[in-house]
Nanobody, 116 residues
Framework: QVQLVESGGGLVQAGGSLRLSCAAS????????MGWYRQAPGKEREFVAA????????YSSDSVKGRFTISRDNAKNTVSLQMNSLKPEDTAIYYC?????????WGQGTQVTVSS
């Protein structure tokens, strides 16, 4: 069983920055690939960024490339998403995702609102 708790969301003006964090339970966090997804009102959940278990490989969607950076600290069981140059279209609930051998796990989400 893996529990994920996101934090760091909030209201920010366009052009601003936020840093999301996800704290994970479990003794084998360092073996999980981790990711961030988001869901805007009336839209489907979409991929934002991912990082391999080792932290060596990272991936991001075209819509956030160059603005968002995913990172992890396996010693602290955390994964973070640094979001810069935020745009109103980044407004969404952001979810942390853990990929294990058995299944995917999801956090409860954290709201990010970007005002124009």
């Amino acid at each position: 069983q893996v529990q994920l708790v996101e934090s760091g969301g909030g209201l920010v003006q366009a052009g601003g920055s936020l840093r999301l964090s996800c704290a994970a339970s479990g003794r084998t966090f360092s073996s999980y690939d981790m990711g961030w997804y988001r869901q805007a009102p009336g839209k489907e959940r979409e991929f934002v960024a991912a990082i391999s278990w080792s932290g060596v490989s990272t991936y991001s969607s075209d819509s956030v490339k160059g603005r968002f950076t995913i990172s992890r600290d396996n010693a602290k069981n955390t994964v973070s998403l640094q979001m810069n140059s935020l745009k109103p279209e980044d407004t969404a609930i952001y979810y942390c995702n853990a990929v294990t051998d058995m299944r995917d796990y999801w956090g409860q989400g954290t709201q990010v609102t970007v005002s124009s």
